[in-house]
């Protein structure tokens, strides 16, 4: 393979290749100036670029000037000869090689994977049809059009070379007007086949290939396919190797940098050697890295990269091909020249049309956006760029017959570049904004409406708090208003009158249309960002990206969880594949050794059988036989030893013979129900048939079927192979559980992923939509699909405890050291510890990140009284847990059992061990009778899954009240118990902290259920409520009042029952946000529970930092009355084990929740 290349690598004594322009150095060559011309070209294409901004075809055109001059001044002086002269030696393929690699590796990398993905064989065949045409159409202009009558094979290979679209120029003016990714990725797409097919073909006409003389078509084609197969699986395996060198965290980003680029260098040579495409590969390399295959941010600053050594490639390469063209004799630029190079052009635009005249039905099928306005845009982006420029001196190289001009090839080529880079980029910016391409939709103007005015009233807030600021009363805030108030014009279509109301109320379905399209931008953007924060494995993040944007492309297609379970049918594979070997698997059936009695024969073959030597026996005699075997297979020492393997056939069957019946005398009848026994058994009958065969064959030599049953007979040797396989099935099922479990653990991070991107997405919907009809059916369809994924999740939890036990385990461990980082970020930006210390204190944390990677699969289940632990309420504490594990029971439910129902009296809580329950119920009350709420009317029916640490039935205990839903076994369950009158008995015991502490963990959980979105800077962790105060629940009884102080309470959220303000006599029911107006409360139900949460305390220390101030309520024994009155008044008795922790008791009923002042 790398003779095809020689003249490329190794340029040997006398075989120079020839100048492709000038004249040859007829003085004595000394030291040159070259490098002082590239550093000239580089600051003159720098200078141009800052003060031609946004003009890159008028930098491109001067810099191929000025080429053209140095050209010039190189074919007139000796002089500028010696400084241009390394260029006119420098064969066409090296410079090919220096420049295209990270040419090719930026556009892949900026092409979206899953778009191409999704649409590769529209894009292939887009590619494949845009070259054919080109090569046909451009090739017989040339050829009919050329005053310089080019020979067919140079008028091929020209039209390939003009023929390819420049992969970044044809996208960057679209890029720019906020085109749709999805088309650019398209044309970029297209542009790389064309690319790739382009460079393999010249490599072929490059090894001569082609030459009538040795020409194969069926060589020809296998060759092409194993290049292109070889190229793509080196890049793959490129991909994967830079992707494992810059995910890791120790790396550095420089390091990071130097070592990408050498990799896309090296595999392109390497590639290119051994006679492959590496234009190819580079494209696989590229497609195959995502902004998940770097660390984050690091893909930005290698992209920036990029565009500036493709900047600087593009400025070197026009300039170089100008002083190519330049160097040439200049009478053969006539008036022919300009107006072939305008045929050409128009040749060029004209194939590009005819091109997406023939593509247009093959996109219109597979994607329901484009249309024929798009179609227009894309006849226009047949941009001509570096890569034409890189390929056209090897026209005049690889010719049959040399031409007297052949920088003419060059010349058409950039010509045709420069006018295409200009024209043909205008007219798409142009046509896109003349055909409303560019314009946003109406529900993507609300939206951004929405957006604007949200940033806006963000503005007025900040600017009203720096009023009240003392050092800025002087500020002009008039002027400070005026100057940030946003001024942003939306693209607004130019329609008729007709229209224009038809437009302005868009439909529902175009609404949710839209809608679902910015749910799918929001759940890709909660996946990144997921991944990035360590919560969601790579692979699983990758998996929900790609199944995202497969199916964004689906009109009105939400993703639901079973639209990503692809990962589904392959677990259920493996399952069976699993089970298959298990069923194979060899076990001993050991009989006990009584039923032989006093035999000593019996007993002495009793051990023998079921010894480890035996069943090693087995195997040793299985491996000694495949010698044996392949000489019986081989016909020339078949022939020679024919003798020596009948009694080789007659030894081993002998053994087998052997083998079988010892275990016969042994387990008599149970021999057969072994399937392993009864192999082995047919492999003696077998044996013993062939024997025969083998004597009548001996007697009877001219009988012809016998010989041939003989021969078939023998093949059937093979099987005595098979009782291998009991050595490698146990491994095999090792190993496939072991996938099985890595599969599992990616379905659990995948499906809760997905529940997180939901949650995400709810935050966002009034941004998305303005419409409230719009809003409800968004909120419907997200609430449907999470409820299927948390079932989802409580299956697979079911499934595979011991997995997600351990997944769960060493997410916990990676969100602890993830908030140690963020602290020592804070504590090194304040200067309290040095750089240098946390330096190494950051390498210690990430070397624990580093070490989650070798985390076991399983972990084992912990014990059912370890779940007590779970119970956030019992805060680990020893001497409660100790009291309820006395009291616990451990209850089973099999699937469809009913646990409790609707209106029924509460017996206790349970805590899920294991399984999974559906909770069905009305909308909940919150302890407000139905007919005063202001959704009476609303009948809806509220489903919700409850999984393994989940605790049912908490509210209705404290209350004493029917329970308000139905909860039903969707699995085999296990639940710890707790009856009422052992809760009843703890509340008693430990009076009153641990009640308070059961309604300050339901009142958090109300908060963060309906409230999360207004409290995402609130740190409402349980056991920071309880040991800081940062937020603690008031009780109020009928008409009772409590005062707020809006100064000391950030909020105050009513979680239980219903309030009236007394000043305005307003009722607020629960669950909500008590407004700041509202100064006083009275209660207006039964009870009523309230969550303050506190605003931050001031620097000073005025001793009040756990006191609210002179309003609020208490929480001392009297607010329990209450509860007492219920129970009678006399204290349930005790256990004999509960009085000796009596003691115990006594020291934690210290830790009583804040005091406040009592109730009005």
Same mark, same amino acid.
């Given at each position: 393979?790398?003779?095809?290349?020689?003249?490329?690598?190794?340029?040997?004594?006398?075989?120079?290749?020839?100048?492709?322009?000038?004249?040859?150095?007829?003085?004595?060559?000394?030291?040159?100036?070259?490098?002082?011309?590239?550093?000239?070209?580089?600051?003159?294409?720098? /200078?141009?670029?800052?003060?031609?901004?946004?003009?890159?075809?008028?930098?491109?055109?001067?810099?191929?000037?000025?080429?053209?001059?140095?050209?010039?001044?190189?074919?007139? &002086?000796?002089?500028?000869?010696?400084?241009?002269?390394?260029?006119?030696?420098?064969?066409?393929?090296?410079?090919?090689?220096?420049?295209?690699?990270?040419?090719?590796?930026?556009?892949?990398?900026?092409?979206?994977?899953?778009?191409?993905?999704?649409? &590769?064989?529209?894009?292939? +065949?887009?590619? +494949?049809?845009?070259?054919?045409?080109?090569?046909?159409?451009?090739?017989?202009? *040339?050829?009919?059009?050329?005053? %310089?009558?080019?020979?067919?094979?140079?008028?091929?290979?020209?039209?390939?070379?003009?023929?390819?679209?420049?992969?970044?120029?044809?996208?960057?003016?679209?890029?720019?007007?906020?085109?749709?990714?999805?088309?650019?990725?398209?044309?970029?797409?297209?542009?790389?086949?064309?690319?790739?097919?382009?460079?393999?073909?010249?490599?072929?006409?490059?090894?001569?290939?082609?030459?009538?003389?040795? @020409?194969?078509?069926?060589?020809?084609?296998?060759?092409?396919?194993?290049?292109? +197969?070889?190229?793509?699986?080196?890049?793959?395996?490129?991909?994967?190797?830079?992707? !494992?060198?810059?995910?890791?965290?120790?790396?550095?980003?420089?390091?990071?940098?130097?070592?990408?680029?050498?990799?896309?260098?090296?595999?392109?040579?390497?590639?290119?050697?051994?006679?492959?495409?590496?234009?190819?590969?580079?494209?696989?390399?590229?497609?195959?890295?995502?902004?998940?295959?770097?660390?984050?941010?690091?893909? /930005?600053?290698?992209?920036?990269?990029?565009?500036?050594?493709?900047?600087?490639?593009?400025?070197?390469?026009?300039?170089?091909?100008?002083?190519?063209?330049?160097?040439?004799?200049?009478?053969?630029?006539? &008036?022919?020249?300009?107006?072939?190079?305008?045929?050409?052009?128009?040749?060029?635009?004209? *194939?590009?049309?005819?091109?997406?005249?023939?593509?247009?039905?093959?996109?219109?099928?597979?994607?329901?956006?484009?249309?024929?306005?798009?179609?227009?845009?894309?006849?226009?982006?047949?941009?001509?760029?570096?890569?034409?420029?890189? $390929?056209?001196?090897?026209?005049?190289?690889?010719?049959?017959?040399?031409?007297?001009?052949?920088?003419? !090839?060059?010349?058409?080529?950039?010509?045709?570049?420069?006018?295409?880079?200009?024209?043909?980029?205008?007219?798409?910016?142009?046509?896109?904004?003349?055909?409303?391409?560019?314009? =946003?939709?109406?529900?993507?103007?609300?939206?951004?409406?929405?957006?604007?005015?949200?940033?806006?009233?963000?503005?007025?807030?900040?600017?009203?708090?720096?009023?009240?600021?003392?050092?800025?009363?002087?500020?002009?805030?008039?002027?400070?208003?005026?100057?940030?108030?946003?001024?942003?014009?939306?693209?607004?279509?130019?329609?008729?009158?007709?229209?224009?109301?038809?437009?302005?109320?868009?439909?529902?379905?175009?609404?949710?249309?839209?809608?679902?399209?910015?749910?799918?931008?929001?759940?890709?953007?909660?996946?990144?960002?997921?991944?990035?924060?360590?919560?969601?494995?790579?692979?699983?993040?990758?998996?929900?990206?790609?199944?995202?944007?497969?199916?964004?492309?689906?009109?009105?297609?939400?993703?639901?969880?079973?639209?990503?379970?692809?990962?589904?049918?392959?677990?259920?594979?493996?399952?069976?594949?699993?089970?298959?070997?298990? @069923?194979?698997?060899?076990?001993?059936?050991?009989?006990?050794?009584?039923? %032989?009695?006093?035999?000593?024969?019996? #007993?002495?073959?009793?051990?023998?059988?079921?010894?480890?030597?035996?069943?090693?026996?087995?195997?040793?005699?299985?491996?000694?036989?495949?010698?044996?075997?392949?000489?019986?297979?081989?016909?020339?020492?078949?022939?020679?030893?024919?003798?020596?393997? #009948?009694?080789?056939?007659?030894?081993?069957? @002998?053994?087998?013979?052997?083998?079988?019946?010892?275990?016969?005398?042994?387990?008599?009848?149970?021999?057969?129900?072994?399937?392993?026994?009864?192999?082995?058994?047919?492999? *003696?009958?077998?044996?013993?048939?062939?024997?025969?065969?083998?004597?009548?064959?001996?007697?009877?030599?001219?009988?012809?079927?016998?010989?041939?049953?003989?021969?078939?007979?023998?093949? &059937?040797?093979?099987?005595?192979?098979?009782?291998? =396989?009991?050595?490698?099935?146990?491994?095999?099922?090792?190993?496939?559980?072991?996938?099985?479990?890595?599969?599992?653990?990616?379905?659990?991070?995948?499906?809760?992923?997905?529940?997180?991107?939901?949650?995400?997405?709810?935050?966002?919907?009034?941004?998305?939509?303005?419409?409230?009809?719009?809003?409800?059916?968004?909120?419907?369809?997200?609430?449907?699909?999470?409820?299927?994924?948390?079932?989802?999740?409580?299956?697979?939890?079911?499934?595979?405890?011991?997995?997600?036990?351990?997944?769960?385990?060493?997410?916990?461990?990676?969100?602890?050291?993830?908030?140690?980082?963020?602290?020592?970020? $804070?504590?090194?930006?304040?200067?309290?510890?040095?750089?240098?210390?946390?330096?190494?204190?950051?390498?210690?944390?990430?070397?624990?990140?580093?070490?989650?990677?070798?985390?076991?699969?399983?972990?084992?289940?912990?014990?059912?009284?370890?779940?007590?632990?779970?119970?956030?309420?019992?805060?680990?504490?020893?001497?409660?847990?100790?009291?309820?594990?006395?009291?616990?029971?451990?209850?089973?439910?099999?699937?469809?059992?009913?646990?409790?129902?609707?209106?029924?009296?509460?017996?206790?809580?349970?805590?899920?061990?294991?399984?999974?329950?559906?909770?069905?119920?009305?909308?909940?009350?919150?302890?407000?009778?139905?007919?005063?709420?202001?959704?009476?009317?609303?009948?809806?029916? !509220?489903?919700?899954?409850?999984?393994?640490?989940?605790?049912?039935?908490? +509210?209705?205990?404290?209350?004493?009240?029917?329970?308000?839903?139905?909860?039903?076994?969707?699995?085999?369950?296990?639940?710890?118990?707790?009856?009422?009158?052992? /809760?009843?008995?703890?509340?008693?015991? !430990?009076?009153?902290?641990?009640? %308070?502490?059961?309604?300050?963990?339901?009142?958090?959980?109300?908060?963060?259920?309906?409230?999360?979105?207004?409290?995402?800077?609130?740190?409402?962790?349980?056991?920071?409520?309880?040991?800081?105060?940062?937020?603690?629940?008031?009780?109020?009884?009928?008409?009772?009042?409590?005062?707020?102080?809006?100064?000391?309470?950030?909020?105050?959220?009513?979680?239980?029952?219903?309030?009236?303000?007394?000043?305005?006599?307003?009722?607020?029911?629960?669950?909500?946000? /008590?407004?700041?107006?509202?100064?006083?409360?009275?209660?207006?139900?039964?009870?009523?529970?309230?969550?303050?949460?506190?605003?931050?305390?001031?620097?000073?220390?005025?001793?009040?930092?756990?006191?609210?101030?002179?309003?609020?309520?208490?929480?001392?024994?009297?607010?329990?009355?209450?509860?007492?009155?219920?129970?009678?008044?006399?204290?349930?008795?005790?256990?004999?084990?509960?009085?000796?922790?009596?003691?115990?008791?006594?020291?934690?009923?210290?830790?009583?929740?804040?005091?406040?002042?009592?109730?009005?």
């Amino acid at each position: 393979m790398s003779k095809a290349n020689v003249s490329f690598w190794i340029q040997k004594e006398g075989n120079r290749p020839d100048l492709l322009c000038g004249r040859a150095a007829d003085y004595t060559v000394g030291k040159g100036h070259f490098l002082i011309l590239v550093w000239s070209t580089l600051v003159l294409g720098g /200078l141009l670029r800052a003060f031609l901004k946004n003009s890159e075809v008028i930098v491109l055109s001067i810099l191929s000037l000025f080429g053209f001059l140095i050209g010039q001044l190189a074919y007139n &002086f000796v002089e500028m000869h010696q400084v241009v002269y390394p260029l006119l030696r420098t064969p066409s393929f090296s410079l090919y090689c220096y420049f295209s690699p990270l040419i090719i590796f930026m556009a892949a990398l900026d092409v979206d994977f899953y778009i191409l993905k999704n649409m &590769f064989w529209q894009v292939f +065949l887009a590619g +494949l049809i845009s070259f054919a045409t080109t090569f046909i159409l451009i090739g017989y202009v *040339v050829l009919k059009f050329n005053k %310089y009558s080019w020979d067919l094979q140079s008028c091929l290979l020209f039209s390939m070379a003009l023929g390819i679209t420049d992969p970044i120029y044809s996208v960057n003016s679209l890029k720019t007007i906020g085109i749709s990714k999805m088309y650019t990725d398209i044309i970029r797409g297209e542009s790389m086949v064309v690319c790739g097919f382009t460079s393999i073909f010249f490599a072929i006409f490059q090894r001569g290939i082609l030459q009538m003389s040795n @020409f194969r078509e069926l060589h020809v084609i296998m060759g092409l396919t194993l290049d292109v +197969l070889g190229s793509i699986a080196c890049g793959y395996w490129c991909a994967r190797i830079i992707q !494992f060198i810059l995910t890791d965290l120790f790396s550095n980003t420089l390091t990071n940098i130097i070592f990408c680029i050498s990799m896309v260098y090296m595999t392109f040579y390497i590639v290119e050697f051994w006679g492959m495409s590496g234009t190819v590969a580079l494209a696989t390399v590229g497609l195959n890295l995502d902004s998940l295959s770097f660390k984050p941010r690091i893909k /930005l600053i290698i992209t920036k990269f990029l565009i500036m050594f493709s900047c600087i490639f593009q400025h070197l390469i026009y300039t170089f091909f100008g002083i190519v063209i330049g160097c040439g004799e200049i009478k053969y630029f006539q &008036f022919h020249t300009v107006v072939f190079i305008i045929i050409l052009f128009v040749t060029v635009n004209f *194939v590009r049309f005819v091109t997406v005249v023939l593509v247009s039905p093959i996109l219109i099928h597979s994607s329901y956006e484009y249309n024929w306005r798009w179609g227009i845009v894309t006849a226009w982006s047949g941009i001509k760029g570096v890569f034409s420029l890189l $390929f056209a001196p090897e026209v005049h190289n690889l010719a049959e017959q040399r031409v007297e001009s052949p920088q003419l !090839f060059i010349l058409y080529i950039q010509v045709i570049s420069l006018m295409t880079l200009g024209i043909n980029s205008y007219m798409m910016t142009r046509l896109a904004w003349t055909l409303d391409l560019c314009v =946003l939709s109406i529900p993507r103007q609300m939206a951004m409406q929405n957006a604007i005015k949200h940033i806006q009233e963000m503005i007025q807030s900040r600017i009203t708090l720096f009023k009240t600021e003392k050092l800025l009363t002087n500020v002009n805030w008039t002027l400070v208003e005026e100057k940030t108030k946003i001024e942003y014009i939306i693209p607004t279509p130019q329609v008729s009158s007709d229209n224009k109301a038809k437009e302005e109320s868009p439909t529902d379905e175009v609404l949710i249309e839209e809608a679902r399209l910015h749910v799918a931008i929001i759940q890709i953007s909660s996946f990144e960002k997921q991944c990035n924060d360590g919560v969601l494995s790579v692979e699983a993040a990758r998996t929900l990206i790609g199944a995202t944007k497969s199916y964004c492309h689906i009109q009105g297609k939400f993703m639901s969880i079973y639209d990503v379970s692809t990962y589904v049918r392959a677990r259920s594979w493996l399952v069976k594949f699993k089970n298959m070997l298990t @069923f194979l698997e060899y076990h001993k059936d050991k009989t006990p050794l009584i039923l %032989y009695g006093h035999n000593k024969f019996l #007993i002495f073959i009793y051990h023998i059988v079921f010894s480890e030597e035996f069943e090693n026996a087995e195997h040793i005699i299985g491996i000694m036989y495949i010698y044996p075997m392949i000489m019986h297979l081989w016909p020339t020492a078949r022939k020679l030893n024919v003798s020596g393997l #009948i009694f080789v056939n007659y030894y081993f069957v @002998f053994l087998y013979l052997l083998e079988s019946a010892l275990k016969i005398i042994i387990l008599k009848r149970k021999y057969f129900h072994q399937h392993w026994n009864t192999l082995e058994f047919s492999i *003696v009958l077998i044996g013993i048939v062939d024997i025969f065969c083998i004597y009548f064959v001996r007697l009877r030599p001219d009988n012809l079927i016998l010989i041939q049953f003989t021969v078939i007979i023998g093949y &059937f040797r093979i099987i005595r192979f098979f009782p291998l =396989l009991k050595i490698i099935i146990p491994l095999l099922i090792n190993i496939v559980d072991v996938q099985i479990k890595k599969r599992l653990s990616l379905t659990y991070s995948i499906t809760k992923g997905y529940i997180k991107s939901l949650e995400d997405t709810k935050f966002l919907i009034r941004q998305i939509s303005s419409r409230k009809s719009i809003d409800q059916k968004l909120y419907e369809i997200l609430e449907t699909n999470k409820q299927d994924a948390v079932k989802e999740l409580g299956l697979i939890e079911h499934e595979g405890r011991d997995v997600v036990i351990a997944l769960k385990t060493k997410q916990a461990i990676r969100n602890v050291i993830a908030k140690a980082l963020k602290s020592l970020t $804070f504590l090194s930006s304040r200067g309290i510890i040095d750089k240098y210390e946390s330096v190494e204190m950051n390498k210690v944390l990430l070397e624990k990140i580093k070490s989650l990677n070798n985390f076991p699969m399983a972990i084992p289940l912990p014990t059912p009284d370890k779940y007590l632990h779970n119970i956030i309420w019992l805060e680990n504490k020893d001497v409660l847990i100790e009291f309820f594990k006395e009291r616990a029971k451990l209850a089973y439910f099999d699937y469809g059992d009913v646990i409790c129902k609707e209106g029924e009296m509460p017996q206790g809580i349970y805590l899920i061990i294991s399984g999974m329950a559906i909770l069905e119920s009305s909308p909940p009350t919150f302890g407000i009778d139905r007919s005063l709420r202001p959704d009476r009317e609303s009948t809806t029916r !509220f489903t919700e899954y409850c999984t393994s640490g989940d605790i049912i039935g908490e +509210l209705s205990c404290l209350l004493k009240r029917e329970i308000e839903y139905t909860v039903i076994c969707e699995t085999i369950l296990q639940v710890c118990f707790i009856s009422l009158e052992d /809760l009843y008995e703890g509340f008693d015991f !430990f009076w009153p902290s641990l009640e %308070y502490k059961i309604w300050l963990k339901l009142a958090l959980g109300i908060a963060h259920q309906y409230f999360e979105s207004s409290l995402v800077d609130e740190d409402l962790k349980f056991q920071k409520c309880v040991m800081l105060n940062h937020a603690y629940v008031e009780t109020l009884s009928s008409y009772n009042e409590m005062s707020i102080d809006n100064v000391n309470m950030k909020f105050v959220i009513l979680v239980y029952g219903s309030v009236i303000d007394t000043k305005t006599e307003v009722p607020y029911f629960a669950p909500c946000i /008590l407004p700041k107006t509202c100064e006083q409360v009275q209660g207006t139900s039964d009870l009523s529970k309230l969550l303050v949460i506190q605003a931050p305390a001031p620097d000073k220390n005025d001793g009040n930092a756990k006191v609210m101030g002179n309003t609020g309520l208490g929480m001392t024994k009297r607010d329990y009355q209450w509860k007492k009155k219920d129970e009678g008044g006399k204290m349930t008795s005790v256990t004999q084990s509960s009085h000796l922790l009596f003691s115990e008791a006594r020291h934690f009923q210290e830790e009583t929740p804040p005091q406040a002042n009592t109730v009005t």
